[in-house]
């Protein structure tokens, strides 16, 4: 009785469809809440969705985007974090020190800066989901410090990596509309 029994659980799972990947869960910095991402504006892309599967941000390094990111981190974060992410009355976010040390990752900054934080950081999720990435894309493509520290960058993107020299800033000047890499979604 109990081989028909594992035998009839057997053909049930294997007739029941493969559910694809799943999303991760997201949770707030302080609280440890799971943040609720349900309704999210910009969650549609390509990007996006990828990003909430995988905790990759598709946008590093992609010009286009970051010159994107870099307009939305000027009118959203620069007047707290500085022009190139020096800090101001908020934390420099061009090195490798982080208030919380979850930022190290894409997932991890993007929840920061979702749910909000301790202080004066309240919750950016106006952004949505796409045009956070491209901030964050930006906030990484500002980084001044050893690029073997840079976790969110890929081992080409580490070789070919030069940190930022805020003392000589620079703006990257779109070419086109920002779109992934083709073979990166």
């Known amino acids: 009785m109990r081989a028909l029994k594992v035998l009839a659980l057997s053909a ?95 997932k991890g900054l993007f929840e920061t800066m979702w749910g909000g934080a301790r202080s004066m950081m309240g919750p950016h999720s106006d952004l949505g989901v796409d045009e956070s990435l491209k901030v964050i894309a930006w906030i990484r493509h500002f980084y001044k410090d050893d690029p073997a520290e840079a976790t969110w960058l890929t081992e080409e993107q580490k070789a070919n990596f030069e940190p930022y020299d805020a003392e000589h800033p620079t703006s990257v000047e779109a070419t086109g509309e920002c779109k992934v890499p083709e073979g990166k979604s």
């Open 12 to 106: 049930a799972l294997v007739s029941m469809p493969l559910i694809a990947a799943a999303e991760l869960t997201f949770n707030h910095t302080i609280t440890g809440e799971a943040l609720d991402l349900s309704d999210a504006e910009g969650a549609d892309t390509p990007a996006a969705q990828h990003f909430l599967e995988t905790g990759e941000n598709l946008y590093t390094e992609v010009p286009n985007c970051l010159a994107e990111g870099e307009q939305t981190f000027l009118a959203s974060c620069s007047g707290c974090h500085g022009h190139v992410g020096e800090g101001k009355i908020g934390p420099g976010l061009n090195d490798d020190y982080y208030t919380y040390p979850k930022n190290k990752t894409d």
